[in-house]
């Protein structure tokens, strides 16, 4: 099965914990024949890494000028926004949703709870997860599954990135609910999740997918192999894959 892959929606720069500017990562871009990329610093609340809030204007004006100076390849702003609460909280303030083209979601450890309750019953109870007893691990699977559901259906959310990488999560409760509102599976070509049963799981659900790099270096723009082999392994048609030349939604 062949794949030709147009966008990377998911790099990073020198504005959270990516090593290169802006524009290197446009130029690697355009090096890789890439139609559309997306700049997705990490979210505010990410601790030691996340982008600031002054980063935003700053951020726009320098994709503006860089849309101009590359007409050939589509830039989006965006952001990969951290999930922060059991009810689906995320951290981009209500008043800066509309300040991004483009917003993925996800889980990561390194960031400030919405409250001290979701810092035991999100946070540290996925830190405690390896010894939790059985019914314990149910519950907290539930509820971490459950708290992707509600921010799919209070955000604009794009893609959940890296889904069962960094939590534990019901893969066809997740991928139903992400047909429901439109929103793509990442296949994450640098934490190697999805992984293939993963994806197998969310297709019988009918998910739609998008492969991208996660790239940290500007080197890494476009370098989706693992993505691709993942996706072929699982039998993953084209057309369900939304950066693909196929892609038929």
């Not at 050939?72 to 949703?97: C, H, K, M, R, W």
């Not at 929103?183 to 659900?205: C, W």
């Not at 476009?222 to 950066?243: Q, Y």
């Amino acid at each position: 099965m062949e794949y030709c892959l147009t966008a990377d929606f998911h790099t990073h720069t020198r504005y959270s914990h990516g090593k290169g500017t802006i524009e290197q990562n446009v130029l690697m871009a355009l090096q890789k024949g890439l139609k559309k990329i997306a700049i997705t610093d990490h979210g505010f609340n990410h601790f030691g890494f996340g982008m600031g809030i002054s980063d935003i204007d700053r951020m726009r004006r320098e994709i503006d000028g860089l849309r101009k100076k590359y007409r050939d390849i589509e830039i989006l702003f965006g952001v990969e926004a951290n999930l922060t609460s059991l009810d689906g909280d995320i951290d981009i303030p209500e008043e800066y949703i509309n300040a991004f083209d483009i917003i993925l979601m996800g889980f990561h450890k390194a960031v400030v709870p919405f409250s001290a309750k979701d810092g035991w019953q999100l946070f540290a109870k996925n830190m405690l997860y390896p010894i939790l007893p059985l019914h314990d691990k149910e519950r907290v699977r539930h509820d971490n599954t459950m708290a992707m559901v509600f921010a799919m259906e209070r955000y604009p959310i794009h893609t959940i990135t890296h889904p069962g990488a960094k939590i534990d999560i019901d893969t066809a409760i997740l991928a139903r609910n992400a047909r429901k509102h439109n929103v793509f599976l990442e296949i994450n070509s640098y934490h190697g999740f999805m992984t293939v049963d993963y994806v197998r799981t969310a297709m019988k659900q009918g998910a739609c997918f998008v492969i991208n790099s996660d790239a940290h270096r500007p080197e890494q723009v476009g370098e989706v192999s693992k993505g691709i082999m993942i996706a072929r392994e699982a039998g993953l048609p084209p057309d369900r894959i939304a950066n693909s030349k196929d892609f038929s939604q």
